[in-house]
């Protein structure tokens, strides 16, 4: 039985199956952090590698706020959630007060987080990652459930196109 997708589903996967035809890996980054925003209803969504071993420093490779893009922004991990992703090596989707957690991210005006840790195939370390953030109302009961099955499909979905681009690399 084929899983019905959702037309933000279908245009996500659109985007991951035409990363290949695009042929700069900056065009190719900002298709897939945009697209991961506008699936996930982000302002802002970005895809990182670490800098270090153990990692202490990643890179922003591209950073989209809002439709403005940047590439290349370093920062520490100390202290935010992404800290706890390349730590994990797991999926990590904070819905509400994230600050009350990750204090730093008061300044930036967060509310939720999702991060999701692209490993390396053959050591199965985490190399990277890709990321959205909200400022955004706490979810109604109601909303939590499909909103726990977006998180795994949007994951499902773009992981593997996202590892293909070699962050360890760009």
Same mark, same amino acid.
Request: aromatic residues 8%; hydrophobic residues 35%.
């Given at each position: ?12 996967? /659109?985007? =991951? ?6 042929? $700069? *890996?900056?065009? &190719?980054?900002? @298709?897939?952090v ?8 982000a /302002?802002? =969504? ?6 270090? $071993? *153990?990692?202490t &420093?990643?890179? @922003?490779l ?10 290349d ?11 706890q ?7 990590l ?7 009350e ?5 008061r ?49 499902s979905?773009v ?12």
């Open positions: 039985v084929e899983m019905q997708r959702s037309a933000r589903e279908k245009s996500l996967l /659109r985007t =991951a199956q035409g990363l290949d035809s695009i042929a $700069d *890996p900056r065009q &190719r980054l900002i @298709a897939l945009s697209e991961f925003a506008n699936y996930t209803g /302002r802002e =969504a970005f895809i990182a590698h670490c800098l270090d $071993d *153990p990692p &420093r990643a890179r @922003a591209c950073y989209w706020n809002q439709g403005e893009v940047t590439f922004v370093d920062y520490d991990l100390a202290g935010n959630p992404c800290e992703v390349y730590g994990d090596g797991q999926t989707y904070w819905p509400k007060q994230l600050a957690r990750w204090p730093l991210e300044d930036l005006n967060r509310a939720s987080y999702l991060g999701i840790a692209l490993t390396d195939a053959a050591s199965g370390r985490v190399i990277g990652h890709l990321a959205c953030c909200q400022r955004q109302r706490e979810p109604r009961p109601h909303e939590r459930h499909d909103r726990g099955h977006e998180v795994a499909r949007a994951r979905i992981i593997e196109k996202a590892q293909r681009l070699d962050i360890a690399r760009i």
